[in-house]
Nanobody, 127 residues
Framework: QVQLVETGGGLVQAGGSLRLSCAASGRTFSSYAMGWFRQAPGKEREFVAAIKWSGGTTRYADSVKGRFTISRDNAKNTAYLQMNSLNVEDTAVYYC????????????????????WGQGTQVTVSP
């Protein structure tokens, strides 16, 4: 069993930055690939980024490439999402999730591939 808790959300102006954290319980964190998803009001949840268990390989949605960076610290059982150059379209609830799979961006974007989910953290970007 893995429990995930996201923190770091908040209100930021367009062009600003935020770093989200996803703290995981349990001693098997390094066995899981981690993903970040987001859900804007009235929209479906969408894939943002994923990172392999070792941290050496990442995947990104086209909409965030070059602006967002996913990373992890297995010693701290924590995954991160550094978000730069934020715009109003990035406003959403951001969720982290854990999976034993790792593949293409398409594969990592399939929500049913993930075993555990956090409760989410709100990110609001003002104009």
């Amino acid at each position: 069993q893995v429990q995930l808790v996201e923190t770091g959300g908040g209100l930021v102006q367009a062009g600003g930055s935020l770093r989200l954290s996803c703290a995981a319980s349990g001693r098997t964190f390094s066995s899981y690939a981690m993903g970040w998803f987001r859900q804007a009001p009235g929209k479906e949840r969408e894939f943002v980024a994923a990172i392999k268990w070792s941290g050496g390989t990442t995947r990104y949605a086209d909409s965030v490439k070059g602006r967002f960076t996913i990373s992890r610290d297995n010693a701290k059982n924590t995954a991160y999402l550094q978000m730069n150059s934020l715009n109003v379209e990035d406003t959403a609830v951001y969720y982290c999730a854990a999976t034993r799979l790792f593949g293409t961006a398409h594969t990592m974007g399939v929500m049913t591939n993930y075993d555990y989910w956090g409760q989410g953290t709100q990110v609001t970007v003002s104009p």
